[in-house]
């Protein structure tokens, strides 16, 4: 099969829907190698996606196209037919408009419908853009992939969608959180303390790192607090309760690190702390539990079906109980232990291997 993919996020995200993006095309190419993979983008951006030469790349080539990218990218479907593609992948909540008039089947995968559940925290014309791509990429393919049961209730909630149309396929995880990689001096390149707790994930209100504050502030717990993220306007919030009590020596704040040394993190720290108001899926608790790390995480969207009783689960608003579940994961190394090896167990579901046979049979039940 030659597969084509949206691949923009792969390119072009550090997080999120570029991990999603990179580990499935990734997880393709290790374990389906019998395919050919043709990837769609309308920039290249160096350092994201680093063996990319591994695949067949296209990018605008006119001057015209190099200036309206966006219109190139929603507007490719007469490259894929260049190409001579067999099914096409949306790997990002959208497919370029036109392809349902094409012989070419499709498929997308929605990450989560969080603009319609949550319609405050997005403008406008931002929501109505949204809306209207995922609305067309669902009426579109030929298959929806949602990346958890939450997502798929969503969609069938507020986009009216047969359910028969739409299947589960849990994201993969990089496979090098199944490794063990070299951590030696890691602590001391980013100036971190042992026994640290580690925090990934973007710095936004809905990931609700301040209840994490909170909790260290008003439960007294000593352990330094590692943020891995990409930073937004929330994190002045964040400073301001960090410089009102004290707390600049406890609190470290990261961003744009390579893989292999969040995996060593994850290895290193005491636990993760994950504790979003809503999430399609939580990838960092599977991340954490690949690489062995105890995991806490929230009680509500999502986030309890992704842990899948491999995690101790917190209401993301109580951080006085937050408080409490950090000091017995710190202190009960029987539960820490239980909780690895639980981890460990339940991360397999998501290993690449696993995932590329789910995907590779999906494809082959569509053109079939």
Not at 62 to 72: C, G, L, R, T, Y
Not at 304 to 316: D, K, S, V, W, Y
């Amino acid at each position: 099969m030659r597969i084509g993919f949206d691949a923009k996020r792969a390119f072009l995200n550090a997080s999120g829907l570029g991990n999603y993006s990179r580990n499935t095309i990734n997880a393709l190419h290790r374990y389906s190698e019998n395919n050919h993979y043709v990837l769609y983008t309308p920039e290249i951006k160096d350092g994201l996606f680093e063996n990319y030469i591994q695949f067949e790349v296209h990018t605008p080539e006119s001057p015209v196209a190099k200036i309206f990218k966006s219109v190139w990218r929603s507007k490719s479907t007469k490259l894929l037919k260049k190409h001579q593609i067999d099914i096409f992948h949306g790997l990002s909540n959208e497919l370029p408009y036109g392809i349902h008039k094409t012989k070419i089947p499709s498929v997308v995968t929605i990450h989560d419908l969080i603009f319609m559940r949550f319609p405050e925290f997005y403008k406008t014309i931002d929501r109505k853009i949204y809306h209207n791509k995922v609305k067309y990429a669902c009426s579109s393919a030929k298959k929806i992939i949602a990346i958890s049961e939450q997502t798929k209730e969503d969609i069938i909630r507020f986009l009216k969608v047969d359910p028969g149309k739409i299947e589960v396929v849990y994201q993969s995880v990089s496979p090098v959180f199944f490794e063990r990689t070299e951590i030696e001096n890691l602590c001391a390149k980013y100036n971190i303390s042992k026994n640290f707790i580690l925090s990934v994930g973007t710095l936004e209100p809905r990931k609700n790192q301040m209840a994490i504050l909170k909790a260290l502030h008003s439960g007294k717990i000593d352990s330094q607090i590692v943020f891995v993220g990409k930073p937004t306007s929330y994190v002045k919030n964040l400073d301001d309760f960090i410089n009102t009590n004290n707390l600049s020596s406890q609190v470290k704040f990261l961003n744009n690190i390579p893989e292999n040394d969040l995996a060593g993190l994850y290895q290193q720290a005491c636990l993760s702390v994950y504790i979003s108001h809503f999430e399609g899926f939580g990838l960092p608790v599977i991340e954490s539990m690949a690489s062995g790390c105890p995991v806490i995480t929230s009680n509500v969207s999502c986030l309890p079906e992704t842990a899948g009783g491999a995690a101790i689960l917190c209401n993301p608003n109580d951080f006085n109980k937050l408080v409490s579940q950090i000091n017995i994961l710190l202190e009960n190394d029987n539960l820490r232990n239980d909780l690895i090896r639980k981890g460990n167990e339940r991360a397999k579901l998501f290993h690449p291997k696993y995932f590329s046979e789910k995907m590779i049979s999906l494809y082959t039940g569509i053109l079939s």
